[in-house]
């Protein structure tokens, strides 16, 4: 299981995993937050906008494959949600809608009645920044009093957020699994967490950087201390950091060239220079450094190596950021389906 925002990027880099391989996997898609140019909240118009370029960018991925679908950071009016995101799919869609025991009680209705009218369930997400285990359990318990949903018709969803204090991460992941996990007979209990950082700031240029990939070690002791392994599933961020869809920056940004790729225990982060001024000039030299290494795994691999060694080769133009992101997520989504057997 993969979570990854609604961006178009991100989008693209799930459609470019072979179908073997997509088929076998489900994805917590998440609406970014809209950024607008100013702190004032967004318009109507913009919201409305907002939600339905979402739904179209959505709409390839949810009609054939199990995802779920969060709008936790466009939730002001549920009813704007339902209307325009939902309603964008019709009845032929295999997304389950996403709600929490700390969100309004009109988001908890209009998912529960989103989850009864598609007949794809529910998906319950828990996330660590929320409460103590013990006080979610409490609220659980509350929000299933209200459902028509049934426990079995739904999904936890453990989510740990960024692994950047992993021993408290590992403690609150093990008890919400014994304890949320044995609460229920829920259809499916998944822990997601990413290691991915935040910023690059730090990394050396030019270079190949080796950043741990955690979020395996943390699933299997998390499944060991719980009592819960045969049924915890497992899921990440792939290569963006957990807070992505929540970004919200109205100054000017600076965007560094940079090449993305994951091994069985690494993230490799090959990072350039400023956009604005070094342009895609730069990413053919960047690309070389991963692709010339040994732990790239060739361009047969998944169509994220083929981009990166045609790239690195003359054979295809260097495009923007956002096409890069797109290839770290093709060749990250496969490299863990593969290497989770």
């Known amino acids: 299981m993969a979570a990854l925002p609604v961006k ?10 072979a179908a073997e391989v997509g088929e076998q996997m489900a994805v917590l898609w998440t609406v970014p937050v809209l950024r607008t140019p100013t702190d004032t909240r ?25 995802c779920w679908i969060d709008t936790q950071h466009v939730e002001d009016e ?3 949600v339902g209307s325009t995101l939902w309603s964008a799919f019709g009845l032929f869609t295999t997304a389950a809608p996403v709600t929490s025991p700390f969100r309004t009680p009109r988001q908890q209705a209009l998912a ?3 989850a009864q009218s598609t007949g794809n369930g529910l998906g319950l997400r828990i996330e660590r920044a929320h409460a103590p285990t013990a006080v979610a359990v409490e609220q659980i318990e509350q929000l299933l009093t209200r459902l028509k949903t049934e426990p079995e018709e739904t999904d936890v969803l453990l989510d740990v957020g960024a692994l950047d204090q992993p021993q408290q ?8 699994a014994s304890l949320v996990g044995a609460l229920r007979p829920w259809r499916t209990l998944v822990l997601l967490s ?9 990394l050396e240029r030019d270079i190949i950087n080796p950043l741990s990939r955690r979020e395996l070690e943390l699933w299997q002791k998390v499944g060991e201390h719980s009592g819960m392994s045969e049924r915890l599933v497992f899921g990440d961020y792939s290569i963006v950091h957990p807070g992505k869809p929540a970004q919200h920056t109205t100054g000017p940004v600076t965007i560094l060239g940079r090449v993305l790729y994951s091994t069985a225990e690494d993230y490799l982060v090959v990072k350039g220079r400023n956009m604005a001024v070094y342009g895609t000039a730069q990413m053919p ?5 991963l692709t010339s290494d040994p732990r790239f795994r060739g361009r047969g691999f998944s169509e994220g190596e083929q981009y990166l060694a045609n790239c690195a080769t003359g ?13 770290g997520h093709t060749q990250h989504l496969t490299q863990t389906l593969r290497q989770l057997g």
């Open 315 to 327: 054979q295809e133009t260097a495009g923007p950021p956002e096409r890069f992101i797109r290839a």
């Open 285 to 289: 030299t960047l690309v070389s450094r």
């Open 169 to 176: 991460a590992l403690a609150w992941a093990a008890q919400a």
């Open 112 to 114: 529960d009645e989103l």
């Open 78 to 80: 549920p009813e704007m």
């Open 8 to 17: 178009r990027g991100d989008v693209r880099g799930f459609c470019d995993v």
């Open 194 to 202: 990413g290691a991915f950082p935040a910023s690059l700031q730090g």
């Open 42 to 66: 967004p318009s109507t118009r913009e919201r409305i906008k907002h939600l339905t370029q979402a739904a179209n960018r959505l709409r390839a991925v949810s009609s054939s494959r199990r």
